[in-house]
Structures are given as structure tokens and as C-alpha cells.
């Protein structure tokens, strides 16, 4: 392994004038597997933070020189400070000491003598929530990208329809261009807009989609959508709205014609624009076969692999609920978390926690992902499994079902909490996992007869025992469905141990 592939250990800066008392934090966090920065005063503490970019930093209030809370202001006042949190630790406890650490940008308070085991669980908290806000921030720059990009009028609002991004197309069918518009409401802007839009517009945020493909509107025919864009417990976190003006479709057959084939020529559009969003170039397909089938230009199947620096291999087979452009829009989202999480040497088990989270933040409460988390240990020997309402993940050895993974997991973004605790399965060099979306099974012959499970594994098994490729199995489908259309995404995956 290159020197470069070895994860580094959080890096925190320490500021402190008393020698016994650093010495005594160094200990402690050295012992807690982090690299400390030792400085003695306010000053060589941001001297530090500059040079060093910690992850973390840690300020004593009194020091001599410049104290903490004037190095937790110049600190947070740095483009990366503004990132990077701070914990004030002092022996002063009263009120305006730690009004002032607050005001100046710190994150925590911790007063002297320390409660070591408080200590660390506020640096462990303030690291991970840091991790995933950098993932969010990540996501949300993909978001901006398709705004800026997508040729549609579509325009997101917070619960008080105020805007927080719309495209160009909706500006100029609004007549909003070059208006500051953003943190502005949208009935204040236009101040004649029917009050039968606000009935929508909180009927949205109660957790409904409200369309209409073609209504009259102020001489104009219109088709658009509102749904609600975000989830946080029972309450929709804001409203996306799409608009189109159809008139000249109206009037005219042809016009009509035109105008569908431009609205497929702009859906493929969007459908590119998320799939590039999906589409990562991280994916690492080492140790694995696969099979991706959709049933439309977008799909709700979702496949991803990557490798921690220490040799631990993450994947990830999701299928969203539906398939098409409604049930592609929750990949980036996943994909995202997943990549940067791996990246900052998160396990798996974390990585399942955050996508449930944002699942069930940001999506609608019909959208949820069933999916399989796969995690192979350094050496290769230990796989940890989760199986959350996919079908049966099966192990094979010597080229035999050796163990049968059940569903035992509620599907990410189903509900706002989740065992992440996996199931481990010692394996050995030459084991193959194999996990798969429902749609082979789901598969339909001339007669009606679904597949199965049964005629899956058997098909499977003979795969495995002759080495056939992995396009036996599509080829073998598409015989069965005797000229049928594919109806539903299907993926299919083979990880060697």
C-alpha cells in the first residue's frame, strides 16, 4: 500500500499556557488516536491554525500574550475557520465568559477540571457532524449545478415560499430577471398571483404532489407540478415547483407534436443531467461482476463501490422506489454521502445512518431506497451485511449456497431511525457474494408466470458452476418475457472475496 493510500488521523490544535495542563490534553487525545498541535498562547494558536489547518481546535480562555476568545475570533473569521470547530475550555464558568466564547464562534464550552469522557464525546460529535456537513455542502453544490443547467422552469421555495434557487427558464417566464429574488416570497413578488396557489402550496408542504398536465391560466395554457422537495419528521422542508406555458400546443395539432417532442427532448436533458450527477467516476469495480438493466433512460437501481484507504471495500446496491426520473433523483444524494463518507475513512455502518437520514430529510415519504450494504475487512476475511428489504443476498463457496441473508433491515428513508448493526460472516479467498434488485424475479413469461426466487437460484448456481458471463442471465430473461418489454430495473452484482 502507498504512502499515500494511509488514512491520516484527525489533526487538533491546542492552546493552552498552563505546561502541566497541555501536557495533560496532548496525553489524552494522543491516547484517543489523535495528532495534536501544542501551542502556549492565543497567538501561536492562530499562527498555528493558519499554517496547519487543523480539523479541530481546542482554546484555553486565559493566556497571556492574546487570549483564547480573541483566537477564536480570528479564527472563525478565516475562510477555513468559518468550517473548523472550536471548543473554549477555561476555568471561568460564570455567564458572560461564556456568553462571550459563543459570541466569538465557538461550537462548545467546556469548563476546568475537565470531565475527560465529556471531552471526547464533544470532539467526536463536532468532528462527525464537520464530516457530514462537508458531504451536504458537496451535494448541495450538485443541486446549484442542475439549476444553473437544467432548461426547465423549476424553482425551489422554503415553507414560507421564499426563494431559494430558481432557473433561468422560470425568471423569464415569471419576469423576474435581473430582480434580487432569492430570500424573497413569491406572493410578495407578485402580489397577483391567485390565492388558490397558496391551498396548493400548503397542501405541498403536508406531504402531497399537486399537478395539472394543462390549465388556463390568465389566457395561457399552462402544465405544472408542485411537491414537496424535503422531509423533516412529518413536515415537507420546503416546495419545488415546475411551470410550463403549453398555449401554442393548445391551438395547434402540430403545435402539439412539437411541443411533446421538445418536452422529451428537454426530459433527456434532465434525465442526463442527473445521471451525471449520479454517475461517479470513484466507482471502483475491483472484485466485482455486474449486470445494470434499466427499464427506462433513468434508474431507480443504484450501484456503488469504493475502498477506504486501509483496503476495506464499501458497496452499495440501492433500489428506489419506482423507477425513471422521479426515482433517479434520490441517486446523487446517495452516491454523494456514500463516496465522501468512504473517503473519510467512515465505516459503513455510519454511512448507512447518514443516507437514512438524509432520505428522510430530503425526499418525499413515498421515496425510500431498499437496498444492500456490503463491507469486506482489509484482509479480505471478515464481510459485514446488511440486508435492508432487498431479496435474499446469497455466499457462495466452491460454488454452493454456503449462507442464505434475509431482509432484517427497514429500507433507508422509510423511517427516521435503523439498526446499523450488520451481519458478519467470516469468508474466505474465492467466496462470492452475490446481491440483486426484485426485477429479475418480477419478470414475466407469455403465460403470466413470474420468474421466482426459485428459477433465479438455479439459474444463478448454473452460472457459477459452468463460469458462464454475466449476460447469460439478461439473455435468459429476455427469452422468458417472449418479446415483452423490460418492466422494471434490474441489477445484479458479484463481489469475490
Given at each position: 500500500m502507498?504512502?499515500?493510500?494511509?488514512?491520516?488521523?484527525?489533526l487538533?490544535?491546542?492552546?493552552?499556557?498552563?505546561?502541566?495542563?497541555?501536557?495533560?490534553?496532548?496525553?489524552?487525545l494522543t491516547?484517543?488516536?489523535?495528532?495534536?498541535?501544542?501551542t502556549?498562547?492565543?497567538?501561536?494558536a492562530?499562527?498555528a491554525?493558519?499554517?496547519r489547518?487543523?480539523?479541530l481546535?481546542?482554546?484555553d480562555?486565559?493566556?497571556?500574550?492574546?487570549?483564547?476568545?480573541?483566537?477564536?475570533?480570528?479564527?472563525?473569521?478565516d475562510?477555513?475557520?468559518?468550517?473548523?470547530?472550536?471548543i473554549m475550555?477555561?476555568?471561568?464558568?460564570?455567564?458572560q465568559s461564556?456568553n462571550?466564547?459563543?459570541?466569538v464562534?465557538?461550537?462548545?464550552?467546556?469548563?476546568?477540571?475537565?470531565?475527560?469522557?465529556?471531552?471526547k464525546?464533544?470532539?467526536?460529535?463536532?468532528l462527525d457532524q464537520k464530516?457530514?456537513?462537508?458531504?451536504?455542502r458537496?451535494?448541495?453544490?450538485?443541486?446549484?449545478?442542475?439549476?444553473?443547467?437544467?432548461?426547465?422552469?423549476?424553482?425551489?421555495?422554503?415553507?414560507?415560499?421564499?426563494?431559494?434557487?430558481?432557473?433561468?427558464?422560470w425568471?423569464?417566464d415569471?419576469?423576474?430577471?435581473?430582480?434580487?429574488?432569492i430570500?424573497?416570497s413569491?406572493?410578495?413578488?407578485?402580489?397577483?398571483?391567485?390565492?388558490r396557489?397558496?391551498?396548493?402550496?400548503?397542501s405541498c408542504l403536508?406531504?402531497?404532489i399537486?399537478?395539472?398536465?394543462?390549465?388556463?391560466?390568465?389566457?395561457?395554457?399552462?402544465r405544472?407540478?408542485?411537491?414537496?422537495w424535503q422531509?423533516?419528521?412529518?413536515?415537507?422542508?420546503?416546495i419545488l415547483?415546475?411551470t410550463?406555458?403549453?398555449?401554442?400546443?393548445?391551438?395547434m395539432?402540430d403545435e402539439?407534436?412539437?411541443h411533446?417532442?421538445r418536452?422529451?427532448?428537454e426530459?433527456?436533458?434532465?434525465?442526463?443531467?442527473?445521471?451525471?450527477?449520479r454517475a461517479?467516476?470513484?466507482?471502483?469495480?475491483t472484485?466485482?461482476?455486474y449486470?445494470?438493466?434499466?427499464?427506462?433512460?433513468s434508474?431507480?437501481d443504484?450501484?456503488?463501490?469504493a475502498f477506504?484507504s486501509?483496503?476495506?471495500?464499501?458497496?452499495v446496491?440501492?433500489?428506489?422506489?419506482?423507477?425513471g426520473?422521479?426515482?433517479a433523483?434520490?441517486?446523487p444524494?446517495?452516491?454523494?454521502?456514500?463516496?465522501?463518507m468512504?473517503k473519510?475513512?467512515?465505516?459503513?455502518?455510519?454511512?448507512?445512518?447518514?443516507?437514512?437520514d438524509q432520505?428522510?430529510?430530503?425526499?418525499?415519504v413515498?421515496?425510500?431506497?431498499?437496498?444492500?450494504?456490503?463491507?469486506?475487512d482489509?484482509?479480505?476475511?471478515?464481510?459485514?451485511v446488511w440486508?435492508?428489504?432487498?431479496?435474499?443476498i446469497?455466499?457462495?463457496r466452491?460454488?454452493?449456497?454456503?449462507h442464505?441473508v434475509?431482509?432484517?433491515?427497514?429500507?433507508?428513508?422509510?423511517?427516521s431511525?435503523?439498526?446499523s448493526?450488520?451481519v458478519v460472516f467470516?469468508v474466505?479467498?474465492?467466496?462470492v457474494v452475490?446481491?440483486y434488485?426484485?426485477?429479475?424475479m418480477e419478470?414475466?413469461?407469455?403465460?403470466?408466470?413470474?420468474?421466482?426466487?426459485?428459477?433465479?437460484?438455479?439459474?444463478?448456481?448454473?452460472m457459477?458452476?459452468?463460469?458462464?458471463?454475466?449476460?447469460?442471465?439478461t439473455?435468459?430473461?429476455?427469452?422468458?418475457r417472449?418479446?415483452?418489454d423490460q418492466s422494471?430495473?434490474?441489477?445484479?452484482?458479484?463481489l469475490?472475496?
Amino acid at each position: 500500500m502507498s504512502k499515500t493510500n494511509i488514512p491520516t488521523k484527525p489533526l487538533i490544535l491546542v492552546a493552552d499556557d498552563d505546561d502541566f495542563m497541555l501536557d495533560a490534553i496532548t496525553m489524552f487525545l494522543t491516547n484517543a488516536g489523535y495528532e495534536v498541535i501544542e501551542t502556549a498562547n492565543g497567538q501561536e494558536a492562530f499562527q498555528a491554525f493558519v499554517s496547519r489547518r487543523p480539523d479541530l481546535v481546542l482554546l484555553d480562555g486565559q493566556m497571556p500574550v492574546m487570549d483564547g476568545f480573541e483566537a477564536c475570533r480570528r479564527i472563525k473569521a478565516d475562510t477555513f475557520g468559518a468550517q473548523t470547530p472550536v471548543i473554549m475550555i477555561t476555568a471561568l464558568d460564570d455567564d458572560q465568559s461564556v456568553n462571550n466564547a459563543f459570541l466569538v464562534g465557538a461550537q462548545e464550552f467546556i469548563t476546568k477540571p475537565i470531565l475527560w469522557s465529556v471531552l471526547k464525546q464533544r470532539i467526536r460529535l463536532l468532528l462527525d457532524q464537520k464530516s457530514a456537513n462537508a458531504a451536504i455542502r458537496e451535494r448541495d453544490e450538485l443541486i446549484a449545478v442542475f439549476f444553473e443547467h437544467t432548461p426547465t422552469a423549476v424553482a425551489m421555495f422554503d415553507p414560507e415560499m421564499k426563494y431559494l434557487l430558481a432557473s433561468q427558464r422560470w425568471l423569464k417566464d415569471y419576469n423576474l430577471e435581473g430582480k434580487p429574488i432569492i430570500g424573497k416570497s413569491h406572493y410578495k413578488l407578485l402580489p397577483n398571483e391567485p390565492s388558490r396557489w397558496q391551498d396548493i402550496h400548503k397542501s405541498c408542504l403536508k406531504g402531497n404532489i399537486e399537478r395539472s398536465e394543462a390549465e388556463l391560466i390568465d389566457d395561457n395554457w399552462y402544465r405544472w407540478e408542485a411537491l414537496p422537495w424535503q422531509k423533516k419528521a412529518e413536515d415537507a422542508g420546503g416546495i419545488l415547483m415546475f411551470t410550463e406555458n403549453i398555449t401554442p400546443q393548445k391551438e395547434m395539432e402540430d403545435e402539439i407534436k412539437a411541443h411533446r417532442d421538445r418536452l422529451t427532448f428537454e426530459r433527456e436533458i434532465i434525465e442526463e443531467i442527473i445521471n451525471k450527477m449520479r454517475a461517479s467516476k470513484r466507482f471502483d469495480p475491483t472484485n466485482l461482476r455486474y449486470i445494470q438493466a434499466s427499464a427506462e433512460t433513468s434508474s431507480g437501481d443504484l450501484l456503488l463501490s469504493a475502498f477506504r484507504s486501509d483496503g476495506a471495500q464499501h458497496v452499495v446496491l440501492g433500489d428506489f422506489t419506482g423507477h425513471g426520473l422521479p426515482a433517479a433523483v434520490g441517486g446523487p444524494i446517495v452516491s454523494d454521502i456514500f463516496y465522501s463518507m468512504t473517503k473519510k475513512e467512515m465505516h459503513l455502518s455510519r454511512i448507512l445512518l447518514e443516507i437514512n437520514d438524509q432520505l428522510v430529510e430530503k425526499t418525499p415519504v413515498s421515496m425510500f431506497m431498499a437496498a444492500g450494504f456490503l463491507e469486506l475487512d482489509p484482509e479480505r476475511r471478515t464481510l459485514t451485511v446488511w440486508n435492508c428489504a432487498i431479496p435474499s443476498i446469497l455466499i457462495y463457496r466452491n460454488k454452493k449456497i454456503l449462507h442464505r441473508v434475509e431482509s432484517g433491515y427497514m429500507a433507508p428513508g422509510m423511517m427516521s431511525k435503523t439498526n446499523s448493526n450488520g451481519v458478519v460472516f467470516s469468508v474466505e479467498p474465492g467466496d462470492v457474494v452475490i446481491a440483486y434488485t426484485d426485477g429479475f424475479m418480477e419478470e414475466t413469461g407469455e403465460d403470466g408466470e413470474m420468474f421466482g426466487q426459485k428459477k433465479f437460484e438455479l439459474l444463478i448456481s448454473k452460472m457459477l458452476a459452468h463460469e458462464e458471463p454475466m449476460e447469460t442471465l439478461t439473455k435468459t430473461l429476455k427469452c422468458f418475457r417472449t418479446g415483452h418489454d423490460q418492466s422494471d430495473d434490474m441489477t445484479i452484482l458479484e463481489l469475490t472475496c
